[in-house]
């Protein structure tokens, strides 16, 4: 009697066990940020967006029209070595070197998107300050554009961000976005836009609490 209930007392913590590790496989439940944008939009102007769907580990934003700089094509050994080489140029135009010699402030996100399908090239551009927008200083080897209304398919990640975290994150957006509504008009935008964007909001000198994102823009 004694025994046969240290056994089912056994099998009871067993089970325990094993619920608990296999719990450890599964990706950890990741809270909506309900349209809350990461710190850095508390210190650094950030462009503005509407939350359109909190979803379980995606989150569903459309993106107000804004002026963005951009870096020409950089050849780099990574992507994260682009997004180095692209914003000290990008910091050197905010910093005056640009043909009005204006000075502006920093802002977030700095973003990195491959150039080119494929290949080791990148661009990498920044969001003009809202008092610089109507009238961007241009710059050599640098594109003033201005980016229509997107929608943005949207994951967050912690750390510094790597050429495969990227790509790891990347993978798990999309596997998050299955049987949503929003994955027939991604793989529409296919072709048309980037596979996928990343967003570094954290200076390179923070080194906690640091908020990356993955970015899949799309059209509806
Ligand atoms: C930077 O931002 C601060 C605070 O909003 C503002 O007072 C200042 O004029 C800005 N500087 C530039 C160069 O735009």
Redesign the pocket.
């Known amino acids: 009697m004694e025994t046969g209930f240290n056994i089912l007392k056994l099998s009871f913590c067993l089970s325990i066990v094993v619920v608990g590790s296999s719990a450890a496989q599964v990706p950890a439940p990741w809270t909506p940020s309900n349209g809350m944008r990461p710190g850095t939009c508390d210190h650094y102007e950030c462009p503005t967006s509407k939350l359109v769907e909190a979803g379980y580990a995606y989150e569903i934003r459309l993106y107000n029209t804004a002026v963005w700089i951009s870096t020409g094509p950089i050849s780099a050994t990574s992507m994260t070595q682009a997004t180095k080489t692209g914003f000290q140029r990008l910091f050197s135009y905010i910093q005056g070197k640009n043909k009005d010699k204006v ?3 920093m802002t977030a996100p700095v973003i990195t998107q491959q150039a080119t399908p494929g290949q080791s090239v990148y661009t990498v551009s920044f969001y003009i ?1 809202k ?1 610089n927008q109507q009238n961007p200083p241009q710059a050599d080897d640098l594109h003033v554009q201005p980016w229509k209304p997107t929608y943005v398919a949207v994951r967050q990640f912690g750390g510094y961000v790597s050429d495969d975290a990227a790509k790891k994150e990347a993978a798990a957006l999309m596997d998050s976005l299955k049987g949503t509504q929003w994955i027939l008009p991604i793989e529409k935008s296919k072709g048309k836009s980037p596979a996928y964007l990343v967003a570094d909001y954290n200076p390179i000198f923070q080194t906690t609490a640091r908020v990356n994102e993955i970015l899949v823009p799309f059209t509806i």
Do not use: A, L
Request: glycine content about 0%; overall charge positive.
């Open positions: 000075k502006m402030n300050p008092k």
